[in-house]
């Protein structure tokens, strides 16, 4: 008897998670906890993000090699009118080592983490995400996140799913919490 989805949903696909709403990079990681779990292997790249120790750091070391996140950004936010070379350096990085990846046959699941903000920064090219999504292997599920995901990327993937925020307790001044947002 074949289990469900083994053969005939062996494709992989490429989804967006975007939108103004909490939990974008929650669901990506949610999803990675579901195929590690399945025995597949999953890298996970945070554009824009360095230096901080989220809590998904601390149980990625726990479950390596089986999940990686590599973090590619410093610890300060980017200016988006101003970006510093420094900033443009760590997403050109983080976008050499996503194609690298692609080559590893060993990987399952790339999740590339806040992508779509670097797109909105002009960190990184439509073009090259594009071209990636194109250009990825059938073996690879692709993961892209982040607010601000462009049309094109979005008509591009297969699976697209809106964060809408309703309410944010964000806007009662309660700031980033260790274990729910860190």
């Known amino acids: 008897m074949r289990r469900i989805g083994e053969a005939m949903n062996a494709r992989r696909m490429t989804q967006v998670y975007t939108g103004n709403g909490k939990g974008k990079t929650t669901a990506a990681l949610g999803l990675a906890m579901r195929a590690v779990g399945q025995g597949l292997k999953v890298h996970m790249i945070q554009f824009m993000k360095g230096n901080i120790e989220y809590g998904e750091l601390r149980t990625a070391r726990r479950l390596a090699p089986d999940l990686i996140i590599t973090q590619m950004g410093r610890e300060s936010f980017v200016d988006y009118e101003n970006p510093d070379a420094e900033d443009r350096r ?93």
Not at 150 to 160: R, S, Y
Not at 164 to 176: A, D, V
Request: no cysteine; aromatic share 8%; net charge negative.
């Open 90 to 182: 760590w997403a050109e990085k983080g976008m050499r080592l996503a194609w690298d990846l692609l080559k590893d046959e060993a990987l399952d699941l790339l999740i590339l983490d806040e992508i779509n903000v670097a797109l909105e920064f002009r960190l990184v090219s439509i073009q090259e995400v594009l071209r990636m999504m194109r250009e990825k292997p059938t073996r690879l599920e692709l993961v892209l996140t982040g607010r601000y995901a462009p049309v094109e990327i979005m008509k591009e993937a297969d699976l697209v799913t809106e964060m809408l925020e309703i309410k944010h307790y964000f806007h009662q001044g309660i700031t980033s919490r260790k274990g729910f947002e860190l």
